[in-house]
């Protein structure tokens, strides 16, 4: 798999794509990351990249021309699944569009920055808008980590324990089962004695049992949408 971003500020993506388990699914081959810096395409000796609104107002939009200059040469080489714009008023990520995110080839993001892009862009090119929260962010660099984060450990051979991603909360519409390690008496609180009964019959049930209280305290609506 192959993700394209392209950015205004490509140094806030550095850290959080170049190490952990994103470092790792890039050593290994499974996923390569590639960032572009919007301002090759600046216009004029500043290589400008934004500028005001068209009918006033505070904030600077990015200008269409440099954004379409960038997509073009980088869709010269490949064909998109999806070309996704991180912006608040996108759909709320959820675990099934990663899923469904983790399965494609090629992806290009493009992170937005202080007003947001010119909407010319978001007809001609976006097929995909995405939120990571109703809230506003200075710009879509981190929502894109967060995004890239949640597809590329879906990858198979990513993660160690294969079974690790399937089991994550949100896999099965529930939280996940509280966990414990080592000590199993820790200043006085012991591990539930189940866990270290070796039953694993028992142990599953426990896990079910406590995902399906977990849930009904702390996300009631996620058992109203099962
Ligand atoms: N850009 C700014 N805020 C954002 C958010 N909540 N989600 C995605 N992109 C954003």
């Known amino acids: 798999m192959r993700i394209d971003i392209i950015s205004a500020v490509p140094a806030l993506l550095e850290s959080p794509l170049s190490h952990s388990?994103?470092?790792?699914?890039?050593?290994?081959?499974?996923?390569?990351?590639?960032?572009?810096?919007?301002?090759?395409y600046g216009k004029g000796n500043y290589r400008q990249i934004d500028d005001t609104q068209y009918g006033g107002g505070a904030g600077m939009v990015i200008m269409p021309e440099p954004l379409a200059k960038m997509i073009d040469k980088l869709s010269e080489s490949?064909?998109?699944?999806?070309?996704?714009?991180?912006?608040?008023?996108?759909?709320?990520?959820?675990?099934?569009?990663?899923?469904?995110?983790?399965?494609?080839q090629n992806l290009l993001l493009v992170c937005g920055h202080y007003k947001g892009i010119d909407e010319r862009i978001r007809q001609k090119y976006i097929t995909k808008e995405?939120?990571?929260?109703?809230?506003?962010?200075?710009?879509?660099?981190?929502p894109a980590c967060i995004l890239i984060d949640s597809i590329v450990r879906l990858i198979p051979g990513v993660i160690n324990d294969e079974t690790s991603a399937l089991s994550d909360?949100?896999?099965?519409?529930?939280?996940?089962?509280?966990?414990?390690?080592?000590?199993?008496?820790?200043?006085?609180?012991?591990?539930?004695?189940?866990?270290?009964?070796?039953?694993?019959?028992?142990?599953?049930?426990?896990?079910?049992?406590?995902?399906?209280?977990?849930?009904?305290?702390?996300?009631?609506?996620?058992?109203e949408k099962k």
């Open 130 to 142: 995405i939120s990571i929260g109703d809230y506003v962010l200075t710009g879509g660099e981190l």
């Open 169 to 223: 909360s949100f896999q099965d519409g529930l939280l996940s089962p509280p966990a414990y390690t080592r000590p199993q008496n820790w200043r006085g609180m012991e591990v539930p004695e189940v866990l270290t009964s070796g039953n694993f019959k028992q142990i599953e049930n426990w896990r079910t049992d406590q995902a399906q209280e977990r849930t009904k305290s702390k996300r009631p609506d996620l058992l």
């Open 21 to 40: 388990i994103l470092k790792r699914a890039q050593n290994k081959g499974s996923v390569s990351l590639h960032v572009h810096d919007l301002r090759e």
């Open 78 to 104: 490949r064909t998109y699944d999806e070309i996704i714009f991180l912006t608040p008023d996108g759909e709320t990520l959820k675990q099934n569009t990663s899923n469904q995110l983790s399965l494609t």
